[in-house]
Nanobody, 122 residues
Framework: VQLQASGGGLVQAGGSLRLSCAAS????????MGWFRQAPGKEREFVAN???????TYADSVKGRFTISRDNAKRTVYLQMNSLKPEDTAVYYC?????????????????WGQGTQVTVSS
């Protein structure tokens, strides 16, 4: 099973991007999926999670601006990012959730995509 993230790029502050994460394997719909990000010199931080049921959780810093969604038929999870800010600049990673603890913890995820760079200019 692999995760392939795409959709990153350079955008001006206030702009939008949509990230995609395509998964191989037949059991995609059974798993929760998450997005994390990591800026240079900082730890990887939680952005959003979507359960198999569609229930979602967001970091406070992106709530109201980002939307996570999934298309199980396409085995893809999306992150729509609106009203982007320079502080959103980071490498964004998608990941498969396998734990039962906090979805905000990296230890709850066992499989990670390769990351896609998002750069927001001021």
């Amino acid at each position: 099973v692999q995760l392939q993230a795409s959709g990153g790029g350079l955008v001006q502050a206030g702009g939008s991007l949509r990230l995609s994460c395509a998964a191989s394997g037949r059991t995609f719909s059974s798993y929760g999926m998450g997005w994390f990000r990591q800026a240079p010199g900082k730890e990887r931080e939680f952005v959003a999670n979507i359960k198999w049921s569609g229930a979602s959780t967001y970091a406070d810093s992106v709530k109201g601006r980002f939307t996570i969604s999934r298309d199980n038929a396409k085995r893809t999870v999306y992150l729509q990012m609106n009203s982007l800010k320079p502080e959103d600049t980071a490498v964004y990673y998608c990941a498969r959730e396998v734990g039962w603890g906090s979805v905000r913890s990296v230890s709850e995820y066992d499989l990670w995509g390769q990351g896609t760079q998002v750069t927001v200019s001021s």
